[in-house]
């Protein structure tokens, strides 16, 4: 059994934009702690999203598509009397965005044979669309949570 929760780190809002959101989001994409690496692709899907959105504020768009993809329900195991049940919960804002930001990342990363800050505008793009895997992932888990509804007053 725990002792106690583990203690939030502070995270520093990113330089350019000035957005927590964003900072975590440059975390999440970074391999190998190369942090410069991944804040140069980050803010170069920015550039390529406020190309592609005909002038419209970058950080606007892709607040809009984390919102678009950020889930309200999800299904977590429990475990009662020999059977495991999905039990549909309702999602915090701060594991929500979680979700989003690594769905985004990993379809990004899916996509094959273009530079990896094309891969990731396209898939915010999409995001800020509604369409995409992304979004589709996020369907998905409401459905899952829908057709487990039954088993909601297991919820602890």
Known sequence: MRRRRAQKREIIPDPKYDSMLLSKFINMLMLKGK????????????????EKTGGKPPLEVFDRAIDNVRPLLEVRP????????QIPMEVERARGNFMALKWIRDFARS????PMKEKLAGELMDAFNGTGGAVKKREDTHRMAEANKAFSHYRW
């Open 35 to 50: 942090k410069s690496t991944a804040e140069t692709i980050a803010y170069g899907a920015l550039e390529v999203l406020k």
């Open 78 to 85: 429990r475990r009662i009397g020999g059977a495991t049940y």
């Open 111 to 114: 996509k094959k044979g273009k």
